[in-house]
């Protein structure tokens, strides 16, 4: 068997599974899992539990110790055949908290607590480490098998060197299938593919071997069966103890190995994929295990002594010359150690760049702002430099040891180590009164013990810890000898290190556990973690006790706000007759809290919630389906409420400015009613004065004809104020009867000027005309356009302040409008009253003189709008001009209660 | 004793004579002014026993007037009888704010007319 050809074999192995992973990789990434996700891959990846160190040490185990070697099978198959819930539990845990590693689980159990994540961490390099220069050594230890063959001594590396390109290579392996991407679930497809195929490979491998073994080398069953019989194998004492302690330890590793968890719980895509690895796991470990008695006694029997049992897998088929036969056991152990070395190579990068590495360079770069994709990268990065260091430690510790024995019983020292995470464990997922205190204290003392009693002699004496010191103990404390502790001595190393860590680490667990109080976030995973399981698949109601109250009043303020959920909570407390905001969790107040809640998420969404807190009901896919039909629901009325209140914003303004409109009328009413008071106050002041000196004195008759003079034409003025009023009144209201004639404007005209003429008629004023424009039919109320005529020109003659008044009256036509000029030569209407002459009471000057009460323009407005027309100040005309619009068509006006016969009229 | 002397600024010529009669016939003095914006000038140049100011008057409003009689120092002491024909709570409130010393709301009796500025001029004596 030349070894150039074992190298290309090797390579071509090496591409295989590189293909494989690529392959399964792309098509994970088109959603095509298929197969991929199958029962069966999830077992075949769960076999990275049968490393090298049980695919080439279980033969030598054998040899060496007989059956014990079985301890390592029998542990996980107990689990798995026994304890198949527990483990169910934990994929359930770490699927619903996205759990990446099993320092993630802890940290996150117990309240996120990164100390917890370091420490879990720390504790899994520790102990992987040394595993991890195991699978290089054996791997180097084959290769060395067959170099050994070579006849022509082949130029073999060093086994430094290979050991460097063989860790050089799963590091490459890892990184480029184990950092593609930060996918939340953490799982990795390829590798995944590519171990389920090597997983397959040394099975095969090991079973060709042994059906070699068994019907080559011996002479079928019974003749192996025979040869065990004579072998020393058979008269190996039983140690009770020793088989229930490594059973026991390697049924805890199962789930605490990092590698093991990152298969089982990480890379679980299925919790029903648990059935099947329920049976077919344990199968999978008897037909591994079924071999490795035969070849250890005919191994022993046929090799010459002093060869390496361990090695017997590959050396009985060399040995035999079946070359191919070997070259598969190589690859069987090849694939062994690197489907191991990659996966806990994964897991371990995985912790060290989610626990330490992120955490701390996020810690160092608190100052300067960095956005998200950073940090992405950053994970990704950091991931890979941990993949490199945790190789690299790997082959530096097996540099340092120099490939020595003490290897060979790393494999059990590493289970002791993971298994110390198993008291935080269990007791995360078990025990609600679980505290970060008691985890933390627990993992350190039985971390502390592990590497004083097991991992540090492991080295051998004068290794790592000096003899004096193993011999004597610290300071010649004897009951503190490292494989002695507190005076029990006699003890198998291995048992006493495994008993003291474990017992002190569940010691401390539980009394700290018990002395110290869970934060809020910890009760909180601490329900999540340990409720995750206990179902009742469709239950609506709620049985008592599920949820504690905190944890339901933390959710609901995260809902309903702070405020709104106290205020719930403290109405049910004080409805049970307690105080504070926790009332006791009873069916009836869950009930009326999802009732509650349900307003706000909906009510699918509220039961998956409080489900979610009190596990007493599963959140299934029809009740995913029911809240997302509830959100749109709520999307869409949100809408509705979005229009709504736009309307009802809309409709406030409209108040807002009907409410200034009243205001302002209120104002204008209340200085309207201040003004006739004034107006009809003032004559009746003077009407009282005189009427009582006309009653007191003695007067002159010239004197009692001048104040009944005076009282007469006050009396006069009160009733022209009324009548005014009056008049205004029944024209703002649109209520005039309007008696519409026609007529010729210049008779309307003539007329006013004669009725003005009247006012003020020892005045010097002259109005000017032109009768030529002014002949034309109008149709109107005639009577009330001459009202309006009398009372500019009647203005016209009390105001003009010209020596010699002039009015110029001027008709024009413009379309289907009338306009009719009264433009006098007096200095005009100052600039700033121009806009308040036609309002009420707008008098500018002395009323003395004008003789009435400020109404009069007012009502020619008024008159004009009933008329269909307007009348207008216009400025800038030399004197005081007013302008009359009339529409020629006289339009009917809505409220005109004649206009129907009008209209006819119209038709004339 | 020297004839009492009353100011009586008012724009209503009848009521002005009204209370000219009354008061002349009760041995005052009267004299009338029916203007605001030059009235404060006349009450300085006047210096009247008392004064008799309407509320609303052309050019300048009685309250001004009387708001700048209190400022000036010859004149804050002047008693002022104030009317107007408004005859809201409102303007008596305003009156006695700006420094009335007495209100008469129109239309009024003599009596009152005549017992005011009697009350007035004998408390400044």
């Known amino acids: 068997m030349p070894f150039n050809i074992l190298v290309a074999v090797c390579l071509t192995y090496v591409i295989l599974l590189f293909l494989v992973a690529f392959v399964a990789e792309r098509r994970a990434q088109r959603g095509r899992l298929g197969w991929l996700r199958s029962p069966l891959v999830y077992t075949l990846s769960l076999s990275i539990y049968c490393t090298a160190w049980t695919f080439y040490g279980a033969v030598g185990y054998a040899a060496r110790s007989g059956l014990e070697f079985m301890t ?99 590091a490459l392996f890892t990184i480029l299938f184990g950092t593609r991407n930060l996918d939340a679930n953490e799982r990795h497809h390829g590798v995944v593919m590519a171990i389920a195929l090597e997983a397959v490979m040394k099975l095969l491998a090991l079973l060709a071997v042994g059906v070699f073994v068994v019907w080559g080398l011996a002479d079928g069953v019974g003749d192996v069966l025979a040869r065990i019989d004579a072998s020393p194998i058979a008269d190996w004492p039983l140690q009770p103890a020793r088989w229930a302690g490594l059973t026991f330890v390697s049924a805890a590793a199962i789930m605490t190995l990092p590698r093991m968890f990152q298969v089982l719980v990480v890379e679980n895509a299925d919790e029903r994929h648990l059935a099947t690895a329920g049976w077919a796991f344990p199968l999978y470990l008897m037909l591994m295990s079924l071999f490795v008695v035969p070849i250890a006694v005919v191994g022993l029997e046929l090799m010459p002594a002093g060869t390496n049992p361990d090695l017997f897998v590959l050396t009985l088929p060399l040995a035999a010359g079946k070359g191919k036969l070997a070259l598969l056991a190589f690859l069987g152990g090849f694939s062994s150690a690197t489907s191991m070395v990659i996966v ?227 109405g049910q407390a004080a409805g049970q007759g ?51 039909g509830e959100a749109a629901e709520i999307k869409e009325y949100s809408a509705q409420l979005e229009a709504k209140s736009e309307e009802l914003a809309r409709t406030a303004r409209a ?21 006739i008071s004034h107006e009809l106050r003032t004559p009746m002041t003077s009407i009282r004065a005189f009427s009582e000196i006309l009653m007191e004195s003695d007067l002159s008759e010239q004197m009692r004809a001048k104040y009944a003079e005076i009282i007469h034409e006050e009396a006069r003025r009160l009733t022209r104020l009324l009548d005014d009023l009056l008049d205004l009144s029944v024209l703002e209201n649109r209520k005039v ?17 004669t009725a003005a003429s009247n006012t003020r008629p020892e005045r010097n004023f002259v109005v000017q005309r ?26 016209s003659r009390k105001y003009c302040d010209a020596e010699r008044g002039v009015l110029r009256i001027e008709v024009k036509r413009r379309g289907q409008q ?17 806009g308040l002459i036609f309002e009420k009471f707008a008098r500018l000057t002395d009323t003395s003189r004008a003789g009435g009460a400020g109404l009069g323009l007012a009502i020619c407005r008024e008159i004009m709008a009933n008329l269909g027309g307007d009348i207008d100040y216009v400025p800038g005309q030399g004197g005081a001009a007013f302008r009359v619009t009339l529409p020629l068509q006289r339009k009917v006006p809505p409220f005109d209660r004649s206009g129907a016969a009008q209209a006819d009229l119209n038709d004339l | ?34 203007d605001g914006s030059d009235a404060l000038a006349l009450i300085r140049d006047a210096a009247p026993d008392v004064l008799i100011l309407d509320l609303m008057l052309p050019g300048r409003s009685g309250l001004e007037i009387l708001a700048d009689l209190r400022t000036d120092s010859a004149l804050a002491a002047l008693p002022v009888l104030m009317l107007t024909a408004r005859g809201q709570g409102r303007d008596r409130d305003a009156a006695e704010r700006a420094g009335a010393s007495a209100f008469l709301a129109k239309p009024f009796a003599n009596a009152d007319v005549l017992d005011a500025v009697r009350r007035l001029a004998g408390g400044q004596v």
């Not at chain 1, 950073?374 to 945790?390: F, K, N, P, W």
């Not at chain 1, 706000?600 to 896919?621: E, N, R």
Request: no cysteine; aromatic share 10%; proline share 4%.
């Open chain 1, 737 to 753: 009867q309007l008696n519409i004639g026609v007529a010729n404007l210049h008779d309307l005209i003539s007329k006013a000027v």
């Open chain 1, 655 to 675: 108040l807002s400015a009907a409410n200034e409109k009243l205001t302002e009328l209120s104002v204008q009413k209340d200085a309207f009613l201040g003004q």
């Open chain 1, 578 to 628: 307690k105080a504070g905001y926790l009332p006791d969790t009873t069916p009836d107040f869950i009930a009326r809290l999802e009732r509650q809640l349900a307003g706000s998420v909906g009510a699918a969404t509220a039961h998956a919630m409080i489900a979610q807190l009190s596990g007493s009901a599963s959140v299934s896919v029809q009740d995913l389906i029911a809240v997302a």
């Open chain 2, 1 to 34: 004793m020297a004839q009492q002397h009353v100011l009586l600024i008012e724009d209503e010529p009848n009521i002005a004579e009204a209370i000219r009669f009354i008061l002349t016939r009760a041995g005052w003095r009267v004299s009338l002014h029916g």
């Open chain 1, 770 to 795: 032109d009768f030529s424009t002014e002949h034309m039919p109008v149709f109107t109320d005639t009577d009330r356009l001459v009202q309006v005529f009398i009372n500019l020109i009647s203005n």
């Open chain 1, 344 to 570: 806990a190579a994964i897991a371990l990068s995985t912790m060290v760049s989610n626990h330490i590495v992120t955490p701390l360079w996020l810690a160092l770069r608190q100052g300067s702002a960095r956005e998200p994709g950073d940090v992405r990268g950053l994970v990704l990065m950091s991931r890979r430099v941990s993949i490199g260091a945790v190789l690299a430690m790997g082959y530096g510790y097996y540099h340092l040891s120099g490939g020595s024995a003490a290897l060979a019983s790393i494999g059990l020292i590493a289970f002791v180590g993971a298994a110390q995470v198993l008291p935080a464990m269990m007791g995360g997922i078990f025990w609600r009164g679980a505290t970060h205190v008691g985890a933390t204290a627990g993992l350190l003392t039985g971390f502390a013990i592990w590497l004083y009693a097991l991992f540090l002699p492991s080295f051998g004496t004068g290794g790592l810890i000096s003899p004096h010191i193993m011999a004597d103990g610290p300071f010649g404390i004897g009951w503190l000898r490292p494989q002695a502790l507190f005076g029990i001595t006699g003890l198998d190393p291995l048992l006493h290190a495994m008993f003291w860590s474990l017992a002190l680490n569940l010691l401390a667990f539980v009394v700290f556990s018990l002395a110290s109080f869970p934060g809020p976030m910890e009760r909180l995973q601490g329900v999540a973690f340990v409720n995750v399981f206990d179902q009742a698949p469709g239950a609506r109601g709620w049985a008592r006790g599920g949820a504690e109250a905190e944890d339901l009043l933390s959710m609901s303020q995260r809902i309903l706000g702070t405020e709104e959920a106290q205020r719930f909570f403290q």
């Open chain 1, 72 to 170: 390592i099978y029998l542990g996980p198959t107990l689990v798995f055949v026994g304890w198949w819930w527990v483990l169910r539990k934990l994929v359930r845990i770490g699927r619903a908290q996205r759990v990446t590693s099993i320092a993630d689980l802890i940290s996150s159990r117990y309240g996120k607590s990164n100390l917890l994540g370091v420490v879990v961490t720390l504790m899994a390099v520790a102990a992987s480490t040394p595993y991890i220069a195991l699978q290089l050594q054996s791997v180097t230890l084959s290769f060395g098998v067959f170099a050994a063959e070579t006849p022509e001594g082949w130029a073999l590396p060093d086994q430094g060197a290979t050991a460097l390109w063989i860790a050089g290579g799963l």
């Open chain 1, 818 to 834: 009338l306009r009719v000029d009264f433009i006098d030569n007096g200095s005009g209407i100052p600039k700033k009253a121009q």
